[in-house]
Structures are given as structure tokens and as C-alpha cells.
């Protein structure tokens, strides 16, 4: 028996279209699921997935969004994420800035505007689709 490289070993493709998400959105549409709502635009109380929500402070990248996608985020929106429960508005979220940048992995934010950070770091959250509508 001779032992063969990596390389030379054939493998058969790993890709099963039938798990393509357009696929199995339009079946899932068929059958009278519908996706979950996401927001398009911040509310006063901005909330998550609870799934991003709960993967984000265990340091998981990339978090997977409410389109079963998975994206990567800043350092900052992902520290934002658990916080984001519909119970925290815009003061809120920039206490919890206020206290992060006396961490030394922040000290950059000092010099930034806190509420440009927390607008970008939003902005960031919802276009990835992690805001629950």
C-alpha cells in the first residue's frame, strides 16, 4: 500500500444546493413560514437577537445575523451587543461606552465623540441584521 499526499487524494465537493439559503427561504415561503422581522432603521430601545445577543460576550465571530449569515463585527459593536435587550436607549448605551473606554483594550475611544462611536457601532449592528423589529 503506498501512502499518497494530501493533494492527490480526490475528495468529492462538500457544496449541497439544497441547503442554499435562497433555496430554503423560498421553501420555507411555500410552506407559510416567514422570516423573522428585521429593523431597518434604531428605536429608542433597540433590541437584538437574542442568539447575537448571547454568542457576542463568549468573544464568538462571527456572530450569525437574522438572515442565518454570518458576519464579522467591531470590537465595539460587539461588546454593545449584549446590551442591546430593548431595555437600554441611547444614555444608556453611552454609560456602558464611558465605563468600557477605562479598559486599557479602549483607550482610543477617549479622544473620539462618544456618541459618533455609539452611532457608527448601531449603524454597524443593524445593517448587519442583528436588530429585532
Known amino acids: 500500500m503506498t501512502i499518497n499526499t494530501y493533494d492527490e487524494i480526490p475528495y468529492p465537493s462538500l457544496v449541497y444546493t439544497d441547503t442554499h439559503p435562497g433555496r430554503l427561504a423560498t ?7 416567514k422570516p423573522p422581522p428585521v429593523a431597518t432603521s434604531l428605536s429608542t430601545y433597540p433590541t437584538a437577537s437574542p442568539l447575537a445577543r448571547r454568542l457576542a460576550p463568549q468573544g464568538q465571530q462571527p456572530v450569525i445575523n437574522l438572515r442565518c449569515e454570518f458576519i464579522n463585527l467591531s470590537a465595539i459593536a460587539t461588546v454593545l451587543l449584549p446590551h442591546l435587550n430593548g ?10 461606552l464611558k465605563k468600557l473606554i ?21 449603524l454597524e449592528i443593524a445593517q448587519g441584521a ?4
Open 102 to 122: 477605562k479598559k486599557p483594550e479602549f483607550q482610543q475611544l477617549k479622544k473620539r465623540n462618544l456618541s459618533t462611536v455609539l452611532e457608527k457601532a448601531m
Open 27 to 33: 421553501l420555507a415561503t411555500l410552506f407559510g413560514i
Open 87 to 96: 431595555e437600554n436607549d441611547s444614555q444608556a448605551l453611552r454609560s456602558i
Open 130 to 133: 442583528l436588530l429585532v423589529a
